[in-house]
C-alpha cells in the first residue's frame, strides 16, 4: 500500500533561499559601484557647442562701446552655456543608463558647481571696479579648478582639460589688460573645441 507524501511546511525561521540572497548581494554590488563609478556622461558635444559660444563671445565682446556691454554678452553666453551643457550631458546620461541626480552624477556636481559659484559671487562684488585681466583671470581659474575636481569623478581626459584652463588663468593675469577679450578666446572657445572633440571622439557624444 502506497503510503501518502507528508508535505513538510516551510518554518518561518528558515534561511532564504539562495537564489534570494545572490540578488541581495547583486544589488548591494551594484549599488556600491554606482556609488564608486565615474560619471562618464559627459558631453563631448556640449563642451564644442560650449567653445562654439566662446568664439562668438569674443567676438561680440570685443565690439561693445562700454564694460557693462562686454559683461553682459559674457554672462549671456555663460548662461547658454550652462543649459546646453545641462540638455546634452542629460541626454547622454540616458543613452548610457546612468542616473544624473545620484551616484557618480551628483558628486560630479558637489564637485564641481562651487567653484561656479564662487566664480558669480566674485564677479557680483568686485564688478565694475576690479580690472577686466583680473577678472578673466579669476574665470579661467576657478572654472578650471572646478574642472579639475569634478573630473577626478569622470573620464581621465577631464581634469586634464581643468588644469589648462587653469594655466590659462595664470597666463591672463601676466598679460596685458588688452589681452582680456583674447584669454576668453583662447580658453573658452579654443580649449573648450579641443578637448570637446577629443572627448566625443574618445568617449562618445
Known amino acids: 500500500?502506497?503510503?501518502a507524501r507528508r508535505v513538510t511546511p516551510t518554518s518561518p525561521d528558515e534561511p532564504p533561499a539562495l537564489h534570494d540572497r545572490a540578488i541581495d548581494n547583486l544589488d548591494f554590488i551594484r549599488q556600491a559601484m554606482e556609488r564608486a563609478g565615474s560619471f562618464t556622461a559627459v558631453s563631448g558635444a556640449g563642451i564644442v557647442a560650449i567653445g562654439g559660444l566662446?568664439?562668438?563671445g569674443a567676438f561680440f565682446a570685443q565690439r561693445q562701446a562700454t564694460a557693462n556691454g562686454w559683461m553682459a554678452v559674457w554672462l549671456a553666453m555663460a548662461a547658454t552655456a550652462v543649459v546646453i551643457e545641462l540638455v546634452l550631458t542629460a541626454r547622454k546620461a540616458r543613452a548610457l543608463g546612468l542616473p544624473m541626480i545620484s551616484g557618480?552624477?551628483?558628486k560630479f556636481a558637489l564637485a564641481f558647481t562651487p567653484t561656479l559659484l564662487a566664480a558669480a559671487i566674485l564677479t557680483a562684488v568686485l564688478w565694475?571696479?576690479?580690472?577686466?585681466d583680473i577678472l578673466v583671470g579669476a574665470w579661467l581659474l576657478l572654472y578650471?579648478?572646478?574642472?579639475t575636481a569634478g573630473g577626478a569623478l569622470s573620464v581621465p581626459v577631464v581634469p586634464v582639460m581643468g588644469a589648462t584652463f587653469m594655466v590659462a588663468g595664470v597666463i591672463a593675469l601676466?598679460?596685458?589688460p588688452d589681452a582680456a577679450n583674447w584669454m576668453m578666446l583662447a580658453g573658452f572657445g579654443g580649449l573648450h573645441m579641443v578637448f570637446g572633440f577629443f572627448i566625443a571622439r574618445r568617449y562618445g557624444g
Open 1 to 3: 500500500m502506497n503510503q
Open 54 to 56: 566662446g568664439i562668438i
Open 104 to 106: 557618480p552624477g551628483r
Open 174 to 176: 601676466m598679460l596685458p
Open 144 to 147: 578650471g579648478a572646478g574642472v
Open 128 to 132: 565694475p571696479t576690479v580690472p577686466r
